[in-house]
C-alpha cells in the first residue's frame, strides 16, 4: 500500500465540525453525508470505509468493536478504527492531531484505537 496519511472516515454519529477542523488542518476527512452513506449500517459504513481506505472515527464503541473482532476472525482488512469519547469536537480534533502525525495509514491498517 504505502500509504502516508490517513484518510478519516466520519461515522454519522461523530460531529460535523472534526471533519472541518482536520480538513482546516490539511487532513483528508469525510462523513457520511459527504459519502451519502447516512442511515447506513454500522457494518456497511465499515465496508464502505475500507473499500475506499478509510479509518472510521465513531462514537459507536460496541458496535465497531463488535465488527473489528469480526474482521480479524474473517480475515477481513479495514483502514482502521478510532473509538472516541464523547468531548467537543475541539478535544477530540486536538487528541486525533496527536495521532494523525505520528501514524501513517498503512500502520493503522486493522487498528482499533481508543481517543
Not at 462523513?31 to 454500522?42: I, M
Not at 502525525?101 to 498503512?106: E, G, R, Y
Request: aromatic share 8%; proline share 2%.
Amino acid at each position: 500500500m504505502n500509504r502516508l496519511f490517513i484518510h478519516l472516515y466520519l461515522d454519522e454519529d461523530v460531529d460535523v465540525l472534526i471533519a472541518q477542523l482536520l480538513r482546516g488542518r490539511g487532513f483528508d476527512a469525510t462523513t457520511t453525508f459527504d459519502a451519502e452513506r447516512v442511515g447506513s449500517s454500522d457494518e456497511q459504513q465499515l465496508l464502505y470505509a475500507s473499500a475506499n481506505e478509510m479509518a472510521v472515527l465513531t462514537h459507536n464503541r460496541s458496535d465497531f468493536e463488535a465488527l473489528a473482532n469480526r474482521f480479524y476472525e474473517t480475515g477481513q482488512t479495514h483502514a482502521g478504527i478510532f473509538i472516541a469519547t464523547r468531548h467537543p469536537p475541539q478535544r477530540i480534533v486536538q487528541r486525533l492531531l496527536i495521532l494523525l502525525n505520528d501514524i501513517t495509514a498503512d500502520d493503522m491498517v486493522n487498528q482499533l484505537i481508543y481517543l
